[in-house]
């Protein structure tokens, strides 16, 4: 029997947690095919959100299976991380949020994500973990790749306006 490697889209906020993506890159790529936006490398040439997504999903997301969020103290506020998830859940990927040690929890315990993330964790949609989890456990995150893919397509909530600027850095 031939199994076939998943395809798993990373998105993240370039500037603060490229480590983490690298980290994570290391940890499945024997396991997944890993992709992420290269646009910070290669500028995609455009900032007109529909051509960007059209791009992102081509690209990127084509033949991926699932999308984790690496969330870090800035991935919230971040344009294209919103519109990388937007696209994800256009093309009914399973979803993924990674909270990382970078991100600071707020006075009530919680911690800041992008807001399409929220709502489809929310929802029941999307699912969640911490970064340690990940990396102490990698079987466990695998059994939650494969609990995403079967999360129901009637909970993705895709309704909010999208992200047209950058939130400044914290």
Same mark, same amino acid.
């Given at each position: 029997? #031939?199994?076939?490697?998943?395809?798993?889209? #990373?998105?993240?906020?370039?500037?603060? !947690?490229? /480590?983490?993506?690298?980290?994570?890159?290391?940890?499945?790529?024997?396991?997944?095919?890993?992709?992420?936006?290269?646009? &910070? !490398?290669?500028?995609?040439?455009?900032?007109?959100?529909?051509?960007?997504?059209?791009? @992102?999903?081509?690209?990127?997301?084509?033949?991926?299976? #699932?999308?984790? #969020?690496?969330? *870090?103290?800035?991935?919230? *506020?971040?344009?294209?991380?919103?519109?990388?998830?937007?696209?994800?859940?256009?093309? *009914?990927?399973?979803?993924?949020?990674?909270?990382?040690?970078?991100?600071?929890?707020?006075?009530?315990?919680?911690?800041?994500?992008?807001?399409?993330?929220?709502?489809?964790?929310?929802?029941?949609? /999307?699912?969640?973990?911490?970064?340690?989890?990940? &990396?102490?456990?990698?079987?466990?995150?695998?059994?939650? @790749?494969? @609990?995403?893919?079967?999360?129901?397509?009637?909970?993705?909530?895709?309704?909010?306006?999208?992200?047209?600027?950058?939130?400044?850095?914290?």
């Amino acid at each position: 029997m #031939v199994v076939t490697q998943r395809r798993i889209f #990373v998105s993240y906020h370039h500037g603060s !947690d490229r /480590a983490y993506y690298d980290e994570f890159a290391r940890i499945f790529s024997g396991t997944y095919e890993i992709l992420h936006d290269r646009s &910070v !490398d290669r500028p995609i040439g455009s900032e007109d959100p529909e051509c960007v997504i059209r791009r @992102i999903r081509e690209n990127y997301l084509t033949g991926s299976s #699932v999308t984790v #969020v690496l969330c *870090g103290s800035n991935t919230w *506020g971040r344009k294209y991380v919103d519109w990388e998830i937007l696209a994800s859940l256009n093309q *009914g990927m399973g979803l993924i949020g990674v909270n990382l040690p970078t991100n600071l929890q707020e006075s009530d315990g919680s911690s800041l994500v992008p807001d399409r993330f929220y709502d489809n964790w929310r929802s029941g949609y /999307a699912l969640w973990q911490q970064w340690q989890e990940v &990396v102490s456990d990698p079987l466990s995150f695998r059994q939650n @790749i494969e @609990i995403a893919l079967k999360s129901s397509k009637s909970l993705i909530g895709n309704s909010r306006a999208k992200r047209l600027r950058n939130e400044p850095l914290r």
